[in-house]
């Protein structure tokens, strides 16, 4: 072979093994950003059953899509995942679409009982309040109680005079009324007279709900708010897992976590904090935590959970038929879900 056509072959070898490589590195995923921030909002456990008409469905993607835009740019312009938690809340609390402040379930005696509950990750500070029946923003209620007293929990008549020292925001029990609970309430209550059961369970589509919301800011700060009406047609005086720090709301420096669903159940096994002793102790990720506690430990239909860890990973496991959620972060995800995805 002529010096040439030697010259030629080895540039030909030199520019194949160029695009070979250039096409092996374009194909490689590349590896997203760290998270900068994150966060998860839910509208509760308890959905609409899968025949609703699609319209009826896009109302609540929509009601979810305005709540988590607002903590999307809460967050991108650098807000406290604290500030960011209250404020998505209220919003949904805001919305008669969802179980907490207006468009709450009814108790027995067709009236309102709200709790909530607000945590600060890198504090462990906490409030909540339970069973108060005037207060517009129960979590703003919850946060007065974390910030401005020595106490994690006042209920009842306590948080009442207590709101009224704040000067926060009241309306008369009726104003959290909806048509839609009321029949849902109405359902429940001849349910049990048929079968006879006093406590029957709530099953009804709609019979629950709850809203939360958990996040991770830029600072690498976690928080999470829930606030609820609780169970349709639930005794006089019952308090579920909202307001109970460790069941249905827990934020600390690993993970923040906001539970819906049957509270009881929530309570017993204490769901929330479990989250962040087994990502602790067990050094389990945030998706084998989530997922042992909702589909190994709880029962099918409980309910579920929203949870953000330090590193802004997001997770929403649910063993109900559906929960309205939505996950969004730095890396551009925006999702809106209500059932299996
Ligand atoms: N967990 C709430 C409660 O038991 C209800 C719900 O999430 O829908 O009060």
Redesign the pocket.
């Known amino acids: 072979m002529s010096f040439h056509a030697r010259h030629c072959v080895r540039a030909s070898a030199l520019f194949l093994s160029f695009v070979l490589l250039a096409a092996c590195a374009s194909s490689r995923p590349m590896k997203p950003p760290p998270v900068q921030w994150a966060l998860a909002i839910h509208g509760?456990?308890?959905v609409l059953s899968r025949n609703t008409p699609p319209e009826k469905v896009k109302e609540f993607e929509d009601a979810l899509a305005r709540a988590l835009q607002l903590g999307r740019d809460r967050l991108a312009a650098g807000d406290s995942a604290l500030d960011v938690c209250e404020a998505v809340v209220r919003v949904l609390e805001d919305d008669p679409h969802f179980?907490a402040g207006k468009g709450a379930v009814f108790n027995e005696k067709g009236e309102h009982e709200l709790?909530a509950s607000i945590m600060d990750g890198p504090t462990l500070q906490c409030g909540a309040v339970a069973g108060v029946r005037t207060v517009k923003n129960p979590v703003s209620l919850a946060r007065l109680v974390m910030t401005k007293t020595k106490h994690v929990l006042l209920m009842g008549d306590g948080a009442e005079q207590f709101a009224t020292l704040q000067n926060v925001e009241r309306v008369p029990n009726t104003h959290f009324d909806t048509e839609h609970r009321r029949q849902i309430l109405d359902e429940v209550l001849q349910e049990r007279a048929r079968t006879g059961r006093a406590d029957g369970p709530a099953q009804q589509a709609g019979a629950?709900?709850?809203v939360g919301c958990v996040a991770r800011d830029r600072d690498g700060r976690l928080a999470a708010a829930t606030s609820?009406g609780?169970?349709t047609g639930?005794r006089f005086g019952r308090v579920?897992?909202?307001p109970v720090i460790g069941a249905?709301n827990w934020a600390d420096g690993t993970v923040a976590v906001s539970?819906?669903?049957?509270?009881?159940q929530?309570i017993r096994h204490a769901v929330a904090h479990s989250i962040t002793a087994r990502m602790q102790l067990a050094r389990e990720t945030l998706a084998q935590a989530t997922d042992a506690l909702v589909r190994r430990t709880l029962q099918e239909g409980d309910?579920g959970l929203i949870a953000v860890d330090k590193h802004g990973n997001l997770s929403a496991p649910f063993n109900s038929e559906g929960m309205y959620r939505g996950l969004a972060d730095s890396n551009g995800r925006f999702t809106i879900r209500i059932f299996e995805d």
Do not use: L, Q
């Open positions: 509760g456990a308890g179980n709790d629950y709900g709850t609820t609780g169970m639930k579920g897992d909202t249905g539970c819906t669903g049957t509270g009881e929530f309910g």
